[in-house]
């Protein structure tokens, strides 16, 4: 019998609907092929829904997420609504969706594409075959421990603080993605914190070493951050999948995309508990200088489906057929202008779309 998946679809601002649109094709033309089907629903997030409604993440949006199989989001924000107070700017719906869907896990690839090799920064012999899975923690560390603030003290000093706390539940729920994604990928892990300095780092090492029992399947190793930062950009081939916490996860984890050149190529996934929906979402923004122009790489969005069926709902097959299109239009030299090359074939977001479904049939 075929398996229904409910998805909630969020284009948000900008580009969004012009790519949201070839996603959902995309995953419309494959869901035969592996006996599925989806029943899309379509709501409101960030600019778009604050004209419509006044708020970033209307009630009903995050209803409709929560009780979907996993919700596919393009891309919010734009000039039009920066000038609103921060608490109803189009990112808090980000922050919304976060919070409301327990999202505790951000994985973020950097695979070079053969095709686009020329598109990195770095040398070809350098970042030729890297593929990377960094595993980021999202909702604790640095960035939400307390107490925090800026308080003065009796002499009229001012000081800044944040508090770098982990628990250990919060570590296993993290590091229990990292071992279950090094799985489905080449099977090594590369922990990264600052355990030399850091007691906070210290029980996190302690707690992925002693899941590693779990996992002899997987093959972990450790790594102070600033020796990852270092190597990243020295040999990063000899990563497969990178778990670390939420600061040190959010710069490695824009690195590692950098590598790859091409911020028009990258998706991400953000998990919950398990059997919760996911967010699965570019890595890009709204794009609002080329929106409404058919100049948008939808292909960033069509990964991030992929990453769906792959993270979400357990459809590895399905998630390789989408890559494989996408490997196979770059290699018939189809470009949207962000990736053209010389003697490439320039495309709009549409033709795109188009070519990627003619891979799929
Ligand atoms: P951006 O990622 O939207 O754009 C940066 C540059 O990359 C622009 O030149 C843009 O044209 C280009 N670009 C981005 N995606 C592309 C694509 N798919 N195809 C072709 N070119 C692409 O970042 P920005 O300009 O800093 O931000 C624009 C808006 O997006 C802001 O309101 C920002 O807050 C928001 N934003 C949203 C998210 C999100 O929804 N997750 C992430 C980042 C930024």
Same mark, same amino acid.
């Given at each position: ?7 909630a ?11 949201m ?68 700017? !189009?990112? $808090? ?5 976060? /919070?409301? +869907?327990?999202?505790?896990a951000?994985?973020?690839? %950097?695979?070079? #594409?053969?095709?686009l ?7 070809r ?41 982990y ?6 729920r993290?590091?229990?993605v990292?071992?279950?994604a ?20 210290q ?11 779990e ?20 040999? !990063?081939? $000899? ?5 670390? /916490?939420? +600061? ?7 690195? %590692?995309?950098? #590598? ?16 919760k ?28 489906a ?28 189809k ?10 074939e ?16």
């Open positions: 019998m075929s398996k229904n998946y409910k998805i679809l969020l284009p948000g601002d900008g580009i969004g609907p012009e790519i649109q070839v996603g959902v094709a995309v995953l419309r033309a494959i869901a035969p092929q592996f006996e599925i089907s989806f029943s899309f629903e379509t709501a409101l997030a960030g600019g778009a829904a604050i004209d419509e409604t006044g708020h970033p993440l209307p009630a009903e949006t995050l209803s409709l997420c929560q009780s979907s199989d996993a919700v596919l989001l393009a891309a919010v924000g734009g000039n039009k609504w920066d000038t609103l107070p921060s608490e109803l700017r !189009p990112e $808090q719906a980000l922050l919304g969706l976060r /919070g409301g +869907l327990g999202l505790f951000n994985l973020r690839p %950097a695979k070079i #594409l053969p095709q090799i020329d598109a990195s920064s770095l040398k012999e350098i970042v030729e075959g890297v593929d990377i899975l960094v595993v980021r923690e999202l909702t604790g560390g640095i960035y939400f421990g307390k107490p925090k603030g800026i308080f003065t003290d009796e002499q009229g000093v001012r000081r800044g603080l944040n508090t770098m706390v628990s250990e539940m919060e570590v296993d993290i590091g229990r990292a071992f279950e090094a799985r489905k990928r080449k099977g090594v892990l590369c922990s990264v914190d600052k355990a030399n300095v850091l007691e906070v780092s029980l996190w090492r302690d707690r992925i070493t002693k899941m590693s029992q996992y002899p399947d997987v093959t972990l190793s450790h790594m102070y951050v600033d020796n990852a930062a270092m190597q990243l950009l020295r040999w !990063p081939k $000899q990563f497969d999948t990178i778990v670390t /916490g939420n +600061l040190f996860g959010d710069i490695l984890s824009d690195a %590692a995309a950098m #590598l790859t050149g091409s911020i028009g190529m990258l998706p991400s996934a953000s998990l919950g508990e398990p059997g929906p996911g967010l699965f979402e570019p890595v890009h923004g709204s794009a609002p200088d080329i929106a409404g122009r058919d100049l948008a790489n939808p292909l960033a969005q069509v990964l991030s992929a990453m769906m069926l792959r993270y979400g709902l357990n459809e590895g097959a399905a998630a390789d057929r989408i890559e494989a299109a996408v490997m196979q239009v770059l290699d018939a030299g470009r949207t202008g962000d990736i053209m090359a010389p003697g490439c320039q495309l709009g977001c549409k033709a795109m779309g188009e070519a990627l479904l003619a891979a799929l049939a």
